[in-house]
């Protein structure tokens, strides 16, 4: 269905989408679009025009994606650490706050942890169970001097999701904020931001989302629009209608730009942004909105099915949650050995032409195997086949 989108597909196994997304073609042409038109006419590539019509595109086409409506998408820099950092930094957790965080999740969240706890933000870690996690352990964490819940949706290393609906209720009804990293989400599951209740949603556009680095959104609840300040706005953050007369306006001074952007938009990067990026994101987020998120999901978690079967009937130990409602793209197993025989078989497969990776973190570990929608069962299949191959 999708080959004339990936043609990259035909020539490898590709079940790395955790690491790094493919791009389709779309999102190829629409960055080369831009390089050519900077080659041919500089000055309208780089104006304020070009920039602003680069970010409405991807925060029209990002909006279904994230469920939220595309005037609270903010685009904060080149990647989720720049989204997760705006939104800690806005909730602004001081001496005497504590913020929850879970022991298996991306190092992004200890080393803002660390950041807040040399404030004296006391950090409380939820310690996984065998790779899982229950509502409760949050709950016994967090109390009425609880400022922010910092959690993934979709646990990087073995794909548990997480039930973020039921963890923002229970942060909320202590007041604390809810800091969602969904990019291990985001393209491949629904988001639902805005149904969920989630104050903040980061996202990368490199994985899932399967466009070029150097995005880092942001989707911003109606509530932190209303009680949360920007932590550092730029000179883009100022309320200008048309940059272009901006620029020649000679009654311009730096002692009366005090007028800030209103609604989300204060918290977008106050710097120039690249906008062959936000153009090859626009262009990935449109295939996934022609796919449609409902659909997506329904691919990604029956090749999921199909995965777990497979490792299965090898005997091999799978190490993701079995329940349907933990589930996402993601899939860690283990073949025979230790922690070096999964690694080299991780780099093994890979010569073969089967790309999965060999992750880890608070003692879960294993090959990580990740399907997306552009994936047929024939990568399952080919996996199987070269698992084999290894014991031979």
Same mark, same amino acid.
């Given at each position: 269905m999708?080959?004339?989108?990936?043609?990259?597909?035909r020539?490898m196994?590709?079940?790395?989408? !955790?690491?790094?997304? *493919?791009? /389709?073609?779309?999102?190829i042409g629409? &960055?080369? +679009?831009?390089? =050519?038109?900077?080659?041919?006419?500089?000055?309208s590539a780089?104006s304020?025009?070009?920039?602003?019509?680069?970010?409405q595109?991807?925060?029209?086409?990002l909006?279904?994606v994230?469920?939220?409506?595309p005037?609270?998408?903010v685009?904060?820099?080149?990647?989720?650490t720049?989204a997760?950092?705006? !939104?800690?930094?806005a *909730?602004? /957790?001081s001496k005497g706050?504590?913020v &929850?965080i +879970?022991?298996m =999740?991306f190092?992004?969240?200890?080393?803002?942890a660390k950041r807040?706890?040399?404030?004296?933000?006391?950090?409380?870690?939820?310690?996984n169970?065998?790779?899982?996690?229950?509502i409760d352990q949050?709950?016994?964490?967090?109390?009425?001097?609880?400022?922010?819940?910092?959690?993934?949706s979709v646990?990087?290393?073995?794909?548990?999701?997480l039930d973020?609906?039921?963890?923002a209720?229970v +942060?909320?009804?202590?007041?604390a904020?809810?800091?969602?990293d969904?990019?291990?989400?985001?393209g491949?599951l629904r988001?639902?931001?805005?149904?969920?209740g989630?104050?903040?949603v980061?996202?990368?556009?490199?994985?899932?989302?399967?466009?070029?680095?150097?995005v880092?959104?942001?989707?911003?609840?109606?509530?932190a629009?209303?009680?949360?300040?920007p932590?550092?706005?730029?000179y883009?953050?100022?309320?200008v209608?048309?940059?272009?007369?901006?620029?020649a306006?000679?009654?311009?001074t730096p002692?009366?730009?005090?007028?800030?952007?209103?609604?989300a938009l204060k918290f977008?990067?106050g710097g120039?942004?690249?906008?062959?990026?936000?153009r090859g994101?626009?262009?990935s987020a449109s295939?996934i909105?022609?796919?449609?998120?409902?659909?997506?999901?329904e691919?990604?978690l029956?090749l999921?099915?199909?995965?777990?079967?497979?490792?299965?009937?090898?005997?091999?130990e799978v190490l993701?949650?079995?329940e349907a409602?933990?589930?996402s793209?993601i899939?860690l197993?283990?073949?025979p050995?230790?922690l070096?025989?999964?690694?080299?078989?991780?780099?093994r497969?890979r010569?073969?032409?089967v790309?999965?990776?060999?992750?880890?973190a608070a003692?879960?570990?294993?090959?990580?195997?990740?399907?997306?929608?552009p994936?047929?069962?024939e990568?399952v299949?080919a996996l199987g086949?070269?698992l084999?191959?290894?014991?031979?």
């Amino acid at each position: 269905m999708f080959e004339a989108e990936f043609p990259q597909l035909r020539s490898m196994t590709y079940l790395d989408w !955790a690491a790094v997304g *493919v791009p /389709p073609l779309r999102s190829i042409g629409a &960055v080369r +679009a831009y390089l =050519d038109m900077l080659e041919r006419d500089p000055a309208s590539a780089a104006s304020g025009a070009a920039q602003a019509a680069a970010k409405q595109e991807a925060r029209a086409a990002l909006a279904p994606v994230l469920g939220c409506s595309p005037d609270r998408i903010v685009f904060t820099g080149t990647s989720t650490t720049s989204a997760v950092q705006v !939104a800690v930094d806005a *909730v602004s /957790p001081s001496k005497g706050d504590n913020v &929850v965080i +879970a022991d298996m =999740d991306f190092p992004l969240f200890y080393v803002e942890a660390k950041r807040l706890s040399s404030r004296g933000v006391e950090v409380r870690v939820a310690q996984n169970a065998d790779g899982d996690y229950e509502i409760d352990q949050f709950y016994e964490l967090i109390d009425r001097r609880t400022r922010a819940v910092m959690v993934s949706s979709v646990m990087w290393v073995n794909g548990l999701r997480l039930d973020v609906a039921e963890l923002a209720k229970v +942060a909320h009804e202590a007041g604390a904020y809810v800091i969602v990293d969904a990019i291990q989400q985001a393209g491949a599951l629904r988001v639902e931001a805005d149904r969920l209740g989630l104050d903040f949603v980061a996202v990368g556009s490199q994985k899932w989302l399967m466009a070029p680095y150097g995005v880092g959104a942001l989707c911003v609840s109606r509530r932190a629009v209303e009680e949360l300040s920007p932590p550092r706005p730029g000179y883009l953050s100022l309320a200008v209608k048309d940059w272009d007369a901006f620029w020649a306006d000679p009654s311009k001074t730096p002692a009366g730009w005090t007028q800030v952007e209103e609604g989300a938009l204060k918290f977008e990067y106050g710097g120039t942004f690249p906008p062959l990026s936000l153009r090859g994101l626009a262009a990935s987020a449109s295939l996934i909105n022609e796919v449609g998120v409902e659909r997506a999901e329904e691919v990604v978690l029956r090749l999921r099915k199909a995965l777990v079967e497979e490792l299965e009937d090898l005997h091999l130990e799978v190490l993701s949650p079995p329940e349907a409602r933990k589930a996402s793209g993601i899939v860690l197993f283990r073949v025979p050995g230790g922690l070096r025989e999964n690694y080299m078989a991780a780099v093994r497969l890979r010569s073969r032409g089967v790309m999965v990776s060999a992750r880890g973190a608070a003692g879960v570990w294993g090959i990580r195997a990740s399907v997306h929608f552009p994936n047929r069962e024939e990568d399952v299949e080919a996996l199987g086949e070269a698992l084999r191959g290894l014991r031979a």
